[in-house]
């Protein structure tokens, strides 16, 4: 009887140590995140350039940072502002996930989003205007190309709070597609 | 197309259909040229005053950029996009105080003539005799949402023009000796047609190639027989964004209705962080079309028994469950099991990181 009493301690106290060690390490993963930097990615179109989301990956890895990558989705005039968008979600969720797959293979912790607005310019101003982000990571569009055009990044150097880095835009390289080809 | 072809007046009847639909509709600046039709189109509008600008002893009326800004409306009216400013305004020219409300989030509709397009200046000289000063860059109108052309024959705005409708009697005569010759008017309503059609055309083409041949399919698919409602258990942390995304495209396959769900533990306020992924999670189920709930209750699979059966679900969705301790798996049962044994005839799928397959299954 003493046998089995002593036993079920051990095992009720082995329990609770169990259980108090995964709490601990939750909360201190929660304040771990709480505290992380946050890097804005935002991305428009339909592809986005593989050299640009590495770039952006080592830059929040080597900041501890958390990557937010943002689709910003633009709103056709015919539609009032907080309309649902599912034709752009079906570009924008590939998209995004590929993202976040790309993070969690190169060790980073990433958050994404869908902002919308009349423009790229307003959806961004509505991002910026929501949440916190201590950096803002853009890929500039080559010319002629759909995305961040040089004037986008005057604007956003004029208006966005925080650090600004802008990644030029470069060759895809032998071999590398652009992200969108891949995820669909 | 030209003045008088009603350009102002049909832009007034949108904007009237808009107020009717509800939203804030603010007129920035609108030039009725007197015209007693168009000043009753505007009636019931909103209208930002005029401000008063003195340039060489001459005072001249100009539209409130700040004053337009302050009152931040849905929908500003701005008339005469290639107008020229007065000088010592915030902008030289009326299309750049345009972009500047496009950039405060505010909706414009504008109006211009087509002889006003800078590509065109040159065409339009040469067809009608007659330079026009005040130009737009063409990138201001590429950029614009919709381009409405409003079109009338030569016939019809000579009429209108003859019969006062455009112009004051006093001005008639000279307007149909100069610009308003029939030959021009037919010059310009060609050049306007070819503008539009051109626009037309560049923006079929890419959205037809963007047509998926899975959207047609579902497209030409009939309705399903059984609704579809799915609902999606989720909690105000990153890993939500992946459960809310995967549970949309079931949802866009199945053709069902998406709710979210988050059962709030009432037992501590909501931490910064928390707030901020939830006001996160709002606006995605915003922009999905999805509707986000939130139960107040201690226990998940309660929360979620209750809401599904209320709302008529089919198909549940959430994410690994957090790892359990020993304890705590002794004192209840997994909440997979639960929520299966609560829910009979409800799917459930659990929502795993795909990041984390081994490589060699990918």
Redesign the interface.
Known sequence: MTIVLVVLAVA?V???A???A??AA?RSR?RA??GRARILFPIVGRALSRPALDAALRIARAENA?LVACYL?PV???L???A???R???LA?PL??AI??????AGV???????????Y??AL??LIA???YDQIVVAAAPEGAPGFTAADVA?LLHRAPGEIVVLRPGDEGPGRRPLAAAAA | MAAGVGKTYRMLQEAQAEAEAGRDVVIGYLEPHRRPATAIQAEGLAVIPRRRVTYRETTLEEMDLPALLERAPELALIDELAHTNAPGLEHAKRFEDVQDVLEAGIDVFSTVNVQHLESLNDQVAELTGVRVRETLPDAVLASADEVVIVDLTPQALIERLRAGKVYPPERVPAALNNFFRAENLAALREVALRQVAERVEAHRLPRESNVRRDDRIAEQAAPQAVGERLLALITPEPRSQRIVRRAWRSAQRLGGELDLLWVSSSDRPAAAEEREQLEALRRLASVLGAHLLIEPGEDVVDGAARVARERGTTYLLMGVPHPRGALARLARPDLVDRLLRELPGVDVRIVADRAKRPKEDR
């Open positions: 009720v082995a329990a609770g169990g259980a108090w995964a709490l939750r929660d995140a709480a958390t989705a056709p005039l015919h009032p502002l907080d649902a968008l599912a752009e979600c079906e969720l995004l996930e976040e797959q790309a993070a969690t293979a912790a990433s958050d994404t989003r869908i902002e919308r607005g009349r423009t310019r307003h101003l509505e929501h949440e916190r604007w």
